[in-house]
């Protein structure tokens, strides 16, 4: 069983910074498929960012790309997503989700099978 915990959502203003963390466990770090996603009111989840565990090569959202870094820490199973520049809309719960192997279609939530709980991020203006 593959748990996943959140951690880093909070209120920030426009402009600032948050780094959200996601601790993986049940099995090594190096086999998971690691994405970042999330999800407005009224809008349906949209993919972020993914990374390969092993090697640590990122995948970006057009839009993420420039203001959002995803990265991990193979000692401490341990998958990042640094927020810069943070505007209104990016207001959103994040999601942190996991899958055993590299998957092309690594946007698409159904290929993940496992979930983390949820970080609220908000950006005030």
């Known amino acids: 069983q593959v748990q996943l915990v959140e951690s880093g959502g909070g209120l920030v203003q426009a402009g600032g910074s948050l780094r959200l963390s996601c601790v993986a466990s049940?099995?090594?770090?190096?086999?998971?498929?690691m994405g970042w996603f999330r999800q407005a009111p009224g809008k349906e989840r949209e993919f972020v960012a993914a990374?390969?565990?092993?090697?640590?090569?990122?995948y970006y959202a057009d839009s993420a790309k420039g203001r959002l870094t995803i990265s991990r820490d193979i000692a401490k199973n341990t998958v990042y997503l640094q927020l810069n520049s943070l505007k209104p809309e990016d207001t959103a719960v994040y999601y942190c989700?996991?899958?055993?192997?590299?998957?092309?279609?690594?946007?698409?939530?159904?290929?993940?099978?496992?979930w983390g709980q949820g970080t609220q991020v908000t950006v005030s203006s």
């Open positions: 989700a996991a899958r055993f192997g590299y998957n092309n279609k690594y946007y698409y939530p159904p290929i993940y099978g496992y």
């Open positions: 049940g099995r090594a770090f190096a086999g998971y498929f």
């Open positions: 990374i390969r565990g092993d090697i640590g090569e990122g």
